[in-house]
């Protein structure tokens, strides 16, 4: 039911995107598919990518939690920790976090990308340069101005949305059906890994992933890693932006890594904020199994 949902879901508001921009910039439906499927700089093919993918995620992930979630418990909001608000103590610490896991997830890019087999992936490799291409599409700029509508798509909606969907529905789906919350964490950063169809990034993902369930474990709200998620795919725009504005900036650039020693401390300095926030965390309520 809940793959069919999912499913489901993604056509409706792919099409409600692909609509919208037949709309907004006089395209025919065969044109949209083309400019999804071959991404173009163009402020029509740049636009479009970030419509469509804006509503791919609300559709899949946002609808698809609110919509599964509304059959089997009441309240909705409370029951995916959209009610719940962080503790305030937790704030300063997620804000601090992600520091030190932008150096981490660099070398963790580094290892990835140099494991044996990543240059003989075949029909992988393709799909790792279909999915740079469409990046780079969503990432292009048309000025200053831009790079607001640019955050509000790429780094805001996907926060909220997958985080609902991962953390917030799949986190204690799996935790239930396991009867191991450790189990819900790993399943659930493993599937949010999958579904972002990256392999020279899967491992720096999944370390993401992992890091993001047990923050909203610790916190019981999904506002605690929404706001990493959010900062995290922030930094990513606002580095783009500058290796556009600054191309002469070697730290700037995509193909830039932390020296070890930097990474290294980076790690010590994660492990023990999020030991802090493990210390402060809010304790589970003893609750029956949410899904049957």
Same mark, same amino acid.
């Given at each position: 039911?809940?793959?069919?949902?999912?499913?489901?879901?993604?056509?409706?508001?792919?099409?409600?995107?692909?609509?919208?921009?037949?709309?907004?910039?006089?395209?025919?439906?065969?044109? /949209?598919?083309?400019?999804?499927?071959?991404?173009?700089?163009?402020?029509?093919?740049?636009?479009?990518?970030?419509?469509?993918?804006?509503?791919?995620?609300?559709?899949?992930?946002?609808?698809?939690?609110?919509?599964?979630?509304?059959?089997?418990?009441?309240?909705?909001?409370?029951?995916?920790?959209?009610?719940?608000?962080?503790? *305030?103590?937790?704030?300063?610490?997620?804000?601090?976090?992600?520091?030190?896991?932008?150096? /981490?997830?660099?070398?963790?890019?580094?290892?990835?990308?140099?494991?044996?087999?990543?240059? !003989?992936?075949?029909?992988?490799?393709?799909? !790792?340069?279909? #999915?740079?291409?469409?990046?780079?599409?969503?990432?292009?700029?048309?000025?200053?101005?831009?790079? $607001?509508?640019?955050?509000?798509?790429?780094?805001?909606?996907?926060?909220?949305?997958?985080?609902?969907?991962? #953390?917030?529905?799949?986190?204690?789906?799996?935790?239930?059906?396991?009867?191991?919350?450790?189990?819900?964490?790993?399943? *659930?950063?493993?599937? $949010?890994?999958?579904?972002?169809?990256?392999?020279?990034?899967?491992?720096?993902?999944?370390?993401?992933?992992? /890091?993001?369930?047990?923050? +909203?474990?610790?916190?019981?709200?999904?506002?605690?890693?929404?706001?990493?998620?959010?900062?995290?795919?922030?930094?990513?725009? /606002?580095?783009?932006?500058? *290796?556009?504005? +600054?191309? !002469?900036?070697?730290?700037?650039?995509?193909? +830039?890594?932390?020296?070890?020693?930097?990474?290294?401390?980076?790690?010590?300095?994660?492990?023990?904020?999020?030991?802090?926030?493990?210390?402060?965390?809010?304790? *589970?309520?003893?609750?029956?199994?949410?899904?049957?």
């Amino acid at each position: 039911m809940l793959a069919g949902v999912f499913l489901l879901s993604q056509a409706v508001f792919s099409f409600i995107g692909m609509a919208l921009c037949t709309r907004l910039y006089g395209l025919s439906y065969v044109e /949209v598919v083309g400019l999804i499927s071959k991404p173009q700089l163009t402020p029509e093919g740049v636009y479009t990518q970030r419509w469509v993918q804006s509503f791919y995620n609300i559709g899949s992930f946002l609808v698809t939690a609110v919509v599964f979630t509304g059959f089997y418990r009441k309240p909705i909001l409370r029951t995916l920790g959209i009610a719940q608000k962080p503790a *305030s103590r937790f704030i300063p610490a997620v804000i601090l976090l992600l520091i030190p896991a932008l150096f /981490v997830i660099s070398g963790l890019s580094e290892f990835n990308s140099s494991l044996p087999g990543m240059e !003989q992936l075949g029909n992988l490799k393709q799909l !790792q340069e279909s #999915r740079d291409a469409m990046l780079n599409v969503l990432l292009h700029t048309f000025g200053t101005a831009d790079v $607001f509508v640019l955050v509000f798509t790429l780094a805001f909606i996907p926060a909220i949305c997958e985080e609902v969907f991962f #953390r917030g529905l799949l986190l204690p789906f799996f935790a239930d059906w396991t009867g191991n919350k450790h189990l819900g964490v790993w399943l *659930s950063g493993l599937l $949010f890994t999958i579904l972002h169809f990256s392999v020279t990034q899967f491992i720096p993902i999944l370390f993401m992933g992992m /890091v993001l369930g047990y923050i +909203y474990l610790w916190t019981r709200s999904i506002w605690a890693p929404v706001l990493l998620h959010f900062l995290n795919n922030l930094s990513t725009v /606002v580095f783009h932006r500058l *290796s556009e504005v +600054y191309p !002469q900036a070697e730290m700037l650039q995509e193909h +830039y890594r932390a020296p070890l020693p930097l990474i290294a401390a980076a790690a010590v300095m994660m492990i023990l904020i999020m030991v802090w926030i493990r210390m402060k965390k809010v304790e *589970s309520p003893q609750e029956e199994a949410l899904w049957p």
